[in-house]
């Protein structure tokens, strides 16, 4: 049982990385193109924006549910990073949706637009600060020691700084292939081309400093990374695949479909060789002991009517999303 | 200002926001899809405007519910973490169900609002019923989360920890249903009798025209059979309380001393010094009349609670007048309303009628704050009634305030931001919809 809890938990994670992290991608490629582009990213993200973002929700419900002792440590030393996230996810929502729904357009869009941007930007570096927190080990519960030591230590230093920087690069290079099936407009595709390789290796760049920062604060990411064969593939098999969606954006005519599913794949594979040199560990602890999925799960009553009420809403949600994206994405391509 | 104190504010702040967009957005999917079945059945373009115009009013209400509600399901543990920490596996069970209906009114939202023009009209109207559905399902899951707060259930608290955890049971606990009713009628009343007052406020200043009167009739039709219902559903509430949480019903009654009779008191101060009500209005015997259906009956007040115990007299007091006497006024309206369109509808096109309309728009919202306010403050001491203090729940994060103020200064950008954007939208109705400009 906690097992599928477990699946499920990481496949909401991996889908909000996936669907929510192309939103917050779509915000920073905005910064960088043009005005005529503001429309295409926008009807693009408008009808499924909302329903991406559950799969953050169902995250965090199935965290308090199933393993509130990580949540509730969670928001506890990582107040001010999840705070920012918090102020990020409102500020973008509300911005995007008043830049959409406001009649009358005038200076105000500008202001909307600006929001937008920034907070599409910002959302993302504090969301990988916090996954960075989690794995570095220097968590610790003793609020003896201070206010910096206890609440700021944790997640402002450079390891997780990199990886907030490497998240927003990840997010862009996601949003910019999947924006190059959006477009009609020759002139359009190509640049989102272009913004795909760019950010394609700036995201290799940065994962590559992930690596270094790791080591400089002593956390010895390359050889976990080396003693696991399993995320040892993986890895390998993400950067490989980056030389085939290489070759799939240099061809005139883009499979819009190969993209995708090799981005996915690609993310998919990042997390899943993350997830396996991190488990069981959820949060690991300066004390050099860790909060893990085994010593934080609820009671089996909990875990029991948690899955069905998961199960049943995969059920109901499952073809909801094909529709959808089928109604928006495929139909709005071939027109 | 006090983190403790800072924290609840937060938390009765995000709420307090939070649910004008929860009520709006169950209610309005009702109200649009049975407008847009009216157009489905008649073919009269009136109604499809105003399903129209709704719709992009509420697609805003609607990512500003979502945004704050993610802000709240992240609050919880932010400012209450040793709350969340126990009764995260007991009410987690609801709040996974709600999940379930906020991801089926996504999508449904989704297809409502942008698939005009791409789907079956039959198709398109059933994605708004859906929306309407799983709305009204989420607002049952998350307030019996809340029920169970004030009446807990489904375990045993041993040694501060909660064993033998039964999710089900906690789901279904004393209060949900009763709490549910009272909420769903809440969220019609709220939302029905302030659009309805806009769309009269705009009669009055542009003039009678086939779009406002009918946008007015639709959203009365709803309101006023939910107004007439409520004081019924409040009158259950209250005797549920006067048995599950006595000390909540004598603090919003202001009844400091038990009696027998228990006088009803209306109005006034309350002042915890003297532990008496100034200004206020006396009934002998209604308290015991409301609470037992016997005029005779004893009623517990708070000197049966050591003083630890207590919830705010005051504040709860004036929130339970509030509610009522908001809850009253609409449910007179909403007699006169039927009253009139059965057997007098001239009287509908009066313009004092018109003006009572617009006047009572703020008073369904009025009385949502009002009554959260009495259920919440009402609670206090307790997180988790009886059983966990709020003040043993907080986050030991020092500086807590700044984050209220952060909170509390971005809501109320963005309140401000949404009502100057619906004045904008609604300034350009005639542009859009000809029924706009129809007498
Ligand atoms: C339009 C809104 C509205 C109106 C007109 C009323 N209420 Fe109400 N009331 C609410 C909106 C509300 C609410 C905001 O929805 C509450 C807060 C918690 C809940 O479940 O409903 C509530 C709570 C609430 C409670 C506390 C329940 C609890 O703590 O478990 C009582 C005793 C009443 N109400 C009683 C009444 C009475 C006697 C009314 C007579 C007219 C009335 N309400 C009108
Ligand atoms: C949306 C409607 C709601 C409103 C307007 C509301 C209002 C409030 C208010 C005014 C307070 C502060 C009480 C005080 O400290 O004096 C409060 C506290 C709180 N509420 Fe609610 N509430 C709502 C629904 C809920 C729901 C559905 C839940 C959870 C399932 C909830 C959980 C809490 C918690 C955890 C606190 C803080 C602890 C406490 O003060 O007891 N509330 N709320
Ligand atoms: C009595 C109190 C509440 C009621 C009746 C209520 C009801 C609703 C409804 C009807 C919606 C969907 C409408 C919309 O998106 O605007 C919604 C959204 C949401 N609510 Fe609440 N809610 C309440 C309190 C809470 C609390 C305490 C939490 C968190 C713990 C919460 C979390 C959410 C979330 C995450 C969303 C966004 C879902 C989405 O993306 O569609 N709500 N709520």
Redesign the pocket.
């Known amino acids: 049982m906690l097992t599928i809890i477990i699946i499920i938990l990481g496949a909401s994670f991996l889908l909000y990385t996936l669907l929510g992290g192309a939103d917050f991608g779509a915000g920073i490629i905005e910064s960088f193109a043009g005005k005529r582009e503001e429309v295409t990213i926008s009807k693009a993200m408008a009808p499924v924006w909302e329903a991406n973002h559950v799969w953050l929700i169902l995250a965090v419900v199935i965290l308090f549910t199933a393993f509130p002792l990580v949540y509730s440590s969670l928001s506890t030393v990582l107040h001010i990073p999840l705070m920012m996230v918090l102020l990020g996810i409102i500020c973008r929502g509300s911005a995007f949706t008043f830049r959409h729904y406001d009649i009358v357009i005038d200076k105000s869009h500008k202001y909307y637009t600006l929001l937008f941007r920034v907070s599409s930007f910002v959302t993302p570096i504090f969301l990988g600060i916090i996954l960075g927190a989690m794995m570095l080990g220097r968590i610790t519960f003793d609020t003896t020691k201070g206010f910096y030591e206890v609440f700021v230590a944790p997640w402002l230093n450079l390891f997780c700084i990199v990886m907030g920087i490497f998240s927003a690069c990840l997010f862009a290079y996601l949003s910019a292939l999947f924006l190059v099936g959006e477009t009609t407009i020759e002139r359009e595709r190509k640049m989102y081309v272009r913004f795909s390789k760019r950010f394609m290796l700036l995201t290799m760049l940065m994962g590559l400093l992930v690596f270094i920062a790791a080591s400089i604060e002593g956390h010895d990411l390359l050889s976990d990374f080396l003693h696991s064969v399993t995320s040892l593939i993986t890895l390998i098999l993400a950067t490989f695949l980056c030389p085939v969606i290489w070759h799939f954006l240099n061809k005139q005519k883009n499979k819009t479909i190969y993209l995708r599913i090799g981005a996915g794949l690609q993310v998919s594979l990042i997390l899943i060789g993350w997830f396996y040199i991190q488990f069981p560990v959820l949060i690991k602890m300066k004390s050099g002991s860790s909060l893990t999925f085994f010593n934080t799960q609820a009671p089996e009553s909990t875990l029991q009517q948690l899955l069905i009420a998961l199960l049943a809403g995969l059920i109901l949600i499952i073809p909801g999303f094909i529709y959808l994206f089928k109604v928006f994405k495929i139909k709005s391509n071939s027109q | 200002m006090n983190d403790f104190l800072a924290a609840r504010m937060q938390m009765a702040f995000s709420l307090g926001f939070h649910i004008i967009f929860a009520c709006i957005g169950m209610t309005m999917p009702v109200l649009m899809a049975f407008s847009e079945w009216r157009w489905l059945r008649t073919g009269k373009t009136v109604f499809l405007d105003i399903t129209k115009a709704w719709s992009r009013g509420v697609a805003i209400f609607f990512a500003v519910g979502a945004v704050s509600g993610t802000v709240l399901s992240f609050e919880l543990g932010l400012l209450w973490p040793t709350f969340m920490q126990h009764a995260g596996p007991i009410i987690g069970m609801p709040f996974s169900w709600e999940g379930t209906a906020f991801f089926v009114e996504a999508i449904a939202l989704g297809i409502f609002l942008y698939g005009w023009n791409k789907l079956n009209k039959w198709v398109h109207w059933a994605s708004g019923v859906i929306v309407g559905i799983s709305g009204v399902m989420s607002g049952i899951f998350v ?1 019996s989360a809340n029920a169970w707060m ?1 009446s807990p259930s489904g375990f045993d608290w041993v040694n501060g920890k909660a064993i033998n955890i039964d999710p089900v049971k906690a789901m279904f606990n004393a ?1 949900w249903l ?2 549910s009713i ?2 769903i009628l ?1 969220a019609f ?2 939302t029905s009798f302030a659009v309805a007052g806009v769309h009269a406020y705009l009669i009055l200043r542009k003039g009678a025209n086939a779009f406002h009167a009918q946008a007015v009739k639709t959203a009365l039709i709803f309101g006023s059979v939910a ?1 007439i219902l ?2 019924f559903s ?2 259950f ?2 005797k549920d ?1 006067a048995k599950r949480q006595p000390a ?1 019903l004598a603090a ?1 009654e202001a009844l400091y001393k038990t009696s027998k009779p228990a006088e009803l008191i209306i109005g006034g101060i309350p002042n915890d010094k003297e532990e008496k009500v100034n200004y206020a209005l006396h009934i002998p015997g209604g308290l015991s009349f409301l609470t037992h259906g016997n005029f005779k009956a004893e009623v517990t007040g708070l000197d049966k609670f050591p003083k630890r115990d207590r919830p705010p007299v005051l504040i709860t007091h004036i929130a339970f007048q509030i ?2 006497a ?3 006024l ?2 007179f309206i909403s007699v006169l309303y039927l009253v009139f369109s059965i057997n007098w509808r001239h009287i509908l096109l009066k313009k004092w009628w018109i003006v009572l309309v617009a006047c009572a728009t703020p008073f ?1 919202f009025l ?2 704050e009002a ?2 306010t ?2 919440e403050t ?1 609670r206090q001491p307790w997180i988790i009634y009886g059983i966990m203090r709020t003040e043993d729940a907080v986050s030991p994060m020092p500086g807590l305030h700044y984050s209220f103020y952060i909170i509390t200064a971005v809501y109320i950008l963005l309140s401000l931001i949404i009502i100057w954007l619906m004045k904008r939208q609604i300034s350009s109705i005639s542009q859009y919809y000809n029924s706009a400009n129809e007498i």
Request: net charge negative; glycine share 14%; aromatic share 2%.
């Open positions: 307030v004030n209060a009763e709490q009272h909420m809440a009343i709220s107004a409520q004081p409040g009158d509430s209250a309380i909540k919003l509610m009522v908001s809850g009253i609409l449910a369904g009385a949502v009554g959260w009495v259920t009402g």
